[in-house]
């Protein structure tokens, strides 16, 4: 679908003739003769610019976001505030101390594909902002108000008007304290109306203070703090990312699985580690041996040998260590001195290289009379060596694509051309841009720092290793946007094509990806938990949290928080189900991360959440008669995605066994779920009002007595929200 924007090239007016430019025959008076006496005179010949006026059909109405100050967005505006003025009489409208005070400050204006408005209005009570309260006013194709969605509850009067006790100053004091760490930015504060836990409104500040550079942790930290008193009523990190979610484990996966590596990558399984406790005596002047079997078939990178051994002398002892190949190493040998004892660790690089599979031999020898001992316990602890599967040939590219993904296949990727003859990966094709940089493992991702390639065919094996996983950081935003646009219709996440950056190589061995509010960080994974986690349904649900903030804006607690987590799922699935109809490499499921997500990589039975069983990961709710055990915003979100797939797919929802028979496919699911969150969500949403949404939203694109409908409000049902 194209976009028009309104802040376009205006529309050519065409110049009319004047009688100077007319030619001489056309400036004639029409003579007596040529005049009807009945008083009807010749018809008029039409000019071509006449013509071709009349064929000319009006330009439809721009679809989109709208520039706040254009003619439509103001029209727009106005009618929905006449409406609510009418309609509504809050008590927070009118004069107070003299001074007239707006009850709503207009937020964004989009028309939709319909043709419908949509007025978004942020709430305002006595010149104070309402925080999390939003109007949106739905304005029919007529331009008249269809309906109203949001909040107006009563809000009692001089909480705008009196002047607080605490000033910024002392509510930032406040909030730093609770932070309890160094900002990596300019903490943020503002005066508003809260409504606290228990429903009551407040005169409040919103602190933010935030620090991305947290390596384990990246927070941006909201705190709510009563303007007179200090008390901090609630706070919450609204940067999301997987390895925040306490769902993020691999429950009962065996260790020999955990041995596996990324799919694609450069793979680095876990440890090997053998042990055995023989408690066998040194004999004076005589020696023991003792065997330890390692099953796993890699190639040693780092080895330790731990050695517990009591000894009269360890001076005379001579240890060494054999491998399944023969090769010996002497560990331990000395003469003379009078420490007793070995017991310590010993790094035994000599071997790197050498296959771990096969028995290794320990042999412990006593060369001086006069002295005993015994072999307690040894052990060893194998790092193997990364291993790498077979890169695809890059001379045989899939339907025109030549770039090598780890997790995706055969992928196409838009690159800019820079003036030495490299490519980099900066893509201008896709509204004001894709561009995917170098973090340089800095724990906070910033600067410009490219990724190059001498011909542009990307992810060879000749390739550097440091561009893996940009190929698929990239690959992962362009398909992003190629979904909101082709199949939500929606110009990136704001509507208007804001630029989508990647940042990948954050921090060192960082299993974590997220979205701070203007970009993406990727880290590269441990190898035992994950690999790199730029995987495509991660990078759709940690960028599809940008789209949320740039239309409902849910609130990261509470209910709203559980629909902000499912939401980023449900988007993130839907990229992936679209790169799938693009690309035969990409498999579809509704498993959240599983391509990047060891120790079974690659396979829907481990993952991070699972949209069609969310109670599989042992944390997750799938039904809302659970909600007030599991709150944590990604527990929570079982409940939405599971309505989704039930929608989507069709299924049986485990808690309450009921069935919904026959979904109605991704396209439609993922179109109603996107129209209830663009236009019918507010920052503070609960499930029962995204129930309402998404029933508004399905009647809006299929009609009210659509099985569409019908099968939202079942799917609902299911997981218990009525």
Known sequence: MSIRRTEGSKPTVLPTISSEARPKSAAKTPTAANVIK????????????????????????????????????????????????????????????????????????????LGMTHVRLDRSHEGVKVYGEQVVAHLAKDGKVDSVTGDQSKIPSGLGTQKPALSNAQVLDIALKEFNGTPDRQPHSERIIYKDPSGE??????????????????????????ANSGKVYEQFNTIDGFKNCPCATH????????????????????????????????????????????????????????????????GDLKVTLTSPSGKTFDVHNRTGGSADNIKQDFDLSAFAGESAKGEWTLKVSDHAAGDKGKLVKWGLSIT????????????????GADDTSMYSGKVALETKKQADGTYTLEDGTRGKGVATYDARNQEEAS?????????????EATDPERNRAAVDAHYGAAMT???????????????????????????????????????MSYGDGDGVDSGPLTALDIAGHEIAHGLTERTAGLIYRGESGGLNEAFSDIMGAGVEWYASTQNPDVKFNWTIGETAWTPTNGDDTDGLRYMDDPKKDNYSIDNYKDYPKQTEVHGSSGIANNAFYLLANGGTNRTSKIEVKDGIGMEKGLKIYYRALAHYMTPSTTFAQARTATIKAATDLYGADSAEVAKVKESWTAVGVN
Do not use: C
């Open 38 to 113: 009945d008083g009807f005179g010749p018809a008029a010949k039409t000019s071509d610019l006449a013509r071709a006026e009349s064929t000319l059909k009006p330009l439809p109405p721009p679809v989109g976001r709208l520039a706040l100050d254009s003619k439509e967005a103001q029209s727009a505006i106005q009618t929905a505030l006449q409406h609510l003025d009418v309609g509504t009489k809050l008590p927070s409208q009118g004069l107070r101390g003299g001074i007239q005070y707006p009850s709503f400050v207009p937020k964004n204006v989009e028309r939709d594909e």
């Open 201 to 226: 409104y407040r005169s409040a500040y919103r602190v933010e203070v935030a620090d991305t550079t947290a390596t384990e942790n990246p927070r941006k930290m909201n705190y709510f703090i009563d």
């Open 251 to 314: 429950g009962g996966v065996s260790d020999a699985a955990a041995t596996k590596g990324a799919k694609g990558a450069a793979a680095a399984p876990a440890d090997v580690k053998v042990s055995t406790t023989p408690n066998a005596q040194i004999k004076d002047k005589g020696s023991v041996t003792s065997k330890v079997t390692v099953a796993d078939d890699v190639t040693v990178d780092k080895l330790k040998l731990s050695l517990d051994i009591t000894h009269s002398y360890k």
């Open 384 to 399: 193997p060596k990364a291993t790498q599967q077979p890169p695809t040939d890059p001379t045989t590219p899939t339907g």
């Open 447 to 459: 600067g410009q720092t490219q990724i190059k390639d001498d011909n542009n065919v990307w992810g």
């Open 481 to 519: 946007y190629d979904f909101l646009k082709n199949i939500l219709g929606r110009d990136s996440i704001d509507g208007k094509g804001e630029r989508l950056v990647s940042y990948v190589h954050v921090s060192e061995n960082f299993v974590n990806a997220y979205w701070d509010g203007e970009k």
